[in-house]
């Protein structure tokens, strides 16, 4: 029996195992691996997965869809808001997030698995633009604090647009699977915080932004800016993403990294 897909969750459940060869290739799969899934749904690639790797570990808040995921081999299931689920205390660990993430975390998900340092290689697929906002350029429409955080800790392995007849319900928008591989650390807490900040009030400049945040006065975030020699009047977009690291670093009076 299938489930019907809730709009609350961001379902979009994948019925189309073609796309599965693709997903292994960007994910370059292993019998080794571990790998986490966020939203496996009817347990489309969930099996696929199990099937080819040491374990998945499958997270899901919808507990209708039970059926189809209990009882699959060499899968945990984890029934709950992903968004809380503590990766670290996952055992064995994961070392890889691959999943058709619910639209409506997905970018919150990718953020906050950055700072896992456990995970080695992401293969998600996401609505086109979010793909292409992970790594969009400076001073492009698409470029923001997602594709800074992404960016500082990554880099692109692949990326693969997806058609919509592969999912049900069909959604209304184009998806796209992005591979990544970690290639750094990725950004401090306090680096988080300011590049998000530098982009909460994108129209304003970078240092208005961050004094209306709370962050930083204006003043401050000048004389910051200049240290990183960039000019009062920049707004957040114009900024690379190691310059964001600079910021950071003159904001408290250090030398960067």
């Not at 293969?123 to 400076?138: K, L, S």
């Not at 304003?204 to 204006?218: D, E, I, P, Q």
Request: aromatic share 6%; hydrophobic share 45%.
């Amino acid at each position: 029996m299938t489930s019907r897909a809730k709009k609350q969750f961001g379902q979009h459940f994948l019925v189309d195992e073609n796309i599965l060869r693709v997903i292994g290739r960007l994910a370059e799969l292993s019998p080794e691996d571990v790998v986490l899934e966020i939203g496996p749904g009817l347990g489309v690639l969930t099996r696929h997965l199990a099937s080819r790797v040491a374990c998945v570990h499958a997270a899901e808040v919808d507990r209708r869809l039970a059926s189809h995921l209990e009882g699959i081999e060499r899968a945990q299931v984890h029934w709950g808001d992903a968004l809380r689920l503590d990766i670290g205390t996952l055992d064995p660990p994961p070392h890889k997030l691959v999943a058709n993430l619910p639209y409506n975390i997905a970018t919150p998900i990718v953020v906050e698995s950055l700072a896992v340092q456990q995970l080695e290689l992401w293969c998600v697929m996401v609505q086109r633009e979010v793909a292409e906002r992970f790594f969009a350029q400076p001073s492009t429409k698409a470029y923001g604090a997602v594709s800074v955080l992404v960016q500082l800790a990554t880099e692109r392995t692949g990326m693969y647009p997806v058609s919509r007849e592969v999912f049900r319900p069909r959604p209304n928008v184009e998806s796209a699977l992005v591979a990544f591989r970690r290639s750094a650390p990725g950004a401090s807490s306090r680096v988080k915080r300011i590049v998000q900040a530098s982009f909460a009030h994108r129209r304003k400049t970078l240092a208005n932004s961050l004094a209306l945040t709370g962050v930083a006065s204006r003043e401050r975030a000048v004389q910051a800016l200049a240290t990183a020699g960039r000019d009062a009047t920049i707004r957040a977009e114009a900024l690379a993403p190691p310059e964001f690291v600079s910021l950071a670093a003159a904001l408290d009076g250090t030398a960067p990294p």
